[in-house]
């Protein structure tokens, strides 16, 4: 089954949908701006939203998505998802949906693409890490901070009630290679997103703004 507002995720369209906007797997970048204030940085922004912004702006001056680099493992990554979602519908008992990408109701200029939808409440937010990584999440049920800013803007844009956060390495004896935890996005996390985000884009329309106000010399 496919989502009727399916592009499929990694195709010339889905990143056209996606050039010059915000996106749910960088909302780290924009949460995690603040550091302690100094003279030369007055708002304390860190380098990761001051690179995010202008891979951004670029994108929106040119018309076309950022390169990023692809390592082995991302590769492997990517390789592996469909795994994972087929193990989270034989677990779950479900047949999910993939899905193209969901620009955010309210705030133009950012928006989300699950991995897949789950009926008509959730989502699933698959990650394939390293083994070592994959670990650490076993022994102690926690992963990155990253991960939770990424499904709170999945749920948001997509007006989801709740992520399923899955982690998968097939590498892994059968009763190792998969973990999986509901998360539903606390609404003061929420509001909190909203607000950084709006400061966030704010900021690149005036920077955008004021480089297309130049005129040469």
């Keep these: 089954?496919?989502?009727?507002?399916?592009?499929a995720q990694g195709s010339a369209e889905w990143y056209s949908a996606r050039?010059?906007?915000?996106?749910?797997?960088?909302?780290?970048?924009?949460?995690?701006r603040l550091i302690k204030p100094r003279a030369d940085n007055p708002n304390g922004y860190t380098q990761s939203y001051f690179k995010y912004q202008r891979e951004l702006l670029i994108e929106r001056l040119t018309g076309l998505?950022?390169?990023?680099?692809?390592?082995?493992?991302?590769?492997?990554?990517?390789?592996?998802?469909?795994?994972a979602a087929q193990e989270y519908d034989r677990r779950n008992k479900v047949f999910t949906d993939q899905c193209?990408?969901?620009?955010?109701p309210t705030i133009p200029g950012t928006g989300a693409s699950p991995d897949r939808l789950v009926g008509e409440d959730g989502l699933v937010e698959?990650?394939?890490?390293?083994?070592?990584?994959?670990?650490?999440?076993?022994?102690?049920?926690?992963y990155n901070?990253?991960?939770?800013?990424?499904?709170?803007?999945?749920?948001e844009c997509s007006g989801r009630a709740w992520a399923d956060f899955v982690?998968?390495?097939?590498?892994?004896?059968?009763?190792?290679?998969?973990?999986?935890?509901?998360?539903?996005?606390?609404?003061?996390?929420?509001?909190?997103?909203?607000?950084?985000?709006?400061?966030?884009?704010?900021?690149?329309?005036?920077?955008?703004?004021?480089?297309?106000?130049?005129?040469?010399?």
Excluded at 65 to 81: I, K, N, T
Excluded at 100 to 104: S, T
Excluded at 193 to 206: G, H, P, Q, S, T
């Design 100 to 104: 193209g990408f969901f620009e955010h």
């Design 167 to 217: 982690s998968f390495d097939p590498r892994l004896p059968e009763n190792l290679r998969y973990y999986q935890e509901r998360f539903v996005p606390p609404p003061e996390l929420l509001e909190d997103m909203r607000a950084k985000v709006k400061i966030f884009l704010a900021e690149l329309d005036a920077m955008e703004e004021k480089v297309r106000a130049y005129k040469g010399v």
């Design 65 to 83: 998505p950022a390169q990023h680099f692809v390592s082995a493992a991302m590769e492997w990554g990517a390789d592996a998802e469909e795994m």
């Design 126 to 142: 698959i990650k394939d890490p390293t083994t070592g990584t994959h670990i650490e999440t076993l022994l102690d049920g926690t």
């Design 19 to 32: 050039v010059g906007k915000a996106t749910a797997s960088r909302m780290g970048d924009i949460m995690g």
């Design 1 to 7: 089954m496919t989502d009727p507002r399916y592009v």
């Design 145 to 155: 901070d990253d991960y939770r800013y990424q499904m709170v803007w999945e749920c």
